[in-house]
């Protein structure tokens, strides 16, 4: 025979896990939307990029075609919101797939304008920065 005390416990950890699945559900639906308006900004980065290649006004520092400048805005959008995610309490935290993704996108982009040589440790640099951001502005 159970107790009232008892089933009122039983009652609260039900109550808990529910509200932790319903957080679960509402951190991925923002993720889902954070991802969506990082897709919008690329795709917007990368027509004003095509355009400014067709109309001849995309600046030419070495060899580096559209492509690099269209990387290279995903890369840097992505680690921005990464970091705006790691200041603000209120958005989900960036993953390490955040900046492992960012990474890639910045070292592809920038392969086009400084070469292999030179992209890899000045990458390692941000991405090192950018670590070291989110541990100081990690809310828990």
Do not use: C
């Not at 932790?20 to 795709?43: H, T």
């Not at 580096?64 to 400048?69: I, R």
């Not at 304008?113 to 390692?124: A, D, K, R, V, Y």
């Amino acid at each position: 025979m159970t107790t009232y005390s008892q089933e009122s416990d039983n009652s609260n950890v039900a109550l808990e896990e529910l509200k932790g699945e319903q957080d679960k559900m509402r951190d991925a639906a923002d993720r889902k939307r954070l991802e969506s308006l990082w897709w919008a900004a690329v795709l917007i980065w990368a027509g004003a990029v095509f355009a400014a290649d067709y109309l001849a006004i995309l600046p030419q520092f070495r060899e580096e075609s559209p492509w690099s400048w269209i990387f290279l805005g995903a890369g840097l959008f992505g680690l921005a919101g990464a970091l705006i995610r790691t200041a603000n309490v209120q958005l989900p935290k960036p993953t390490g797939w955040d900046y492992f993704w960012s990474a890639l996108f910045l070292i592809v982009g920038a392969t086009g304008f400084f070469g292999g040589g030179i992209t890899f440790p000045i990458l390692l640099v941000v991405i090192g920065a950018a670590t070291v951001a989110n541990q100081l502005f990690r809310h828990n």
